[in-house]
């Protein structure tokens, strides 16, 4: 193999590795658009069905869903949003608005209702992880609790 192969090879070699951490930065725009929510996966076990949908624009999200019953009655629900960073698969919630309240479900204790609109310099933020795989999205958080969602619009 000549000097002039393995500069070619090196060179290649070195643009593939460069090209790795921009395919997880594409995670951005894969991330922006509508989810429809499916599951709320608790750490310790139970599986709850939910509705609703999370938004995400260039640098902020919304997320408005409800926690069903077996019955399929919604006995939770939340609203919530704020500003959002994504580097890679590390998601930064910034959260700036919250309204909620819910009944006791398996594994989730009752919560009272909250009114809570914060300016950005008091947000409280949630260091949280993403894994998408063509229309699936899953958010990890930091509690081990995690949401399943599937693309509604891009």
Do not use: K
Not at 7 to 35: E, F, K, V, Y
Not at 53 to 61: A, G, V
């Amino acid at each position: 193999m000549t000097t002039r192969h393995l500069t070619a090879i090196t060179l290649a070699a070195l643009a593939l590795c460069r090209a790795a951490p921009a395919r997880a930065q594409d995670n951005d725009g894969m991330l922006q658009g509508a989810w429809a929510a499916e599951n709320y996966v608790l750490q310790d076990g139970p599986t709850h069905r939910v509705t609703g949908r999370i938004f995400f624009t260039q640098t902020e999200w919304t997320v408005l869903f409800f926690v069903m019953d077996e019955e399929g009655e919604p006995r939770r629900g939340s609203g919530e949003g704020g500003t959002y960073s994504l580097h890679g698969n590390d998601l930064l919630f910034s959260h700036l608005f919250n309204f909620s309240i819910g009944e006791e479900m398996p594994g989730l204790a009752a919560a009272p209702l909250q009114m809570i609109a914060r300016d950005a310099s008091e947000a409280v933020t949630e260091p949280s992880t993403i894994q998408i795989s063509g229309d699936q999205l899953t958010v990890f958080f930091p509690s081990g609790n995690r949401m399943t969602f599937t693309r509604s619009s891009h």
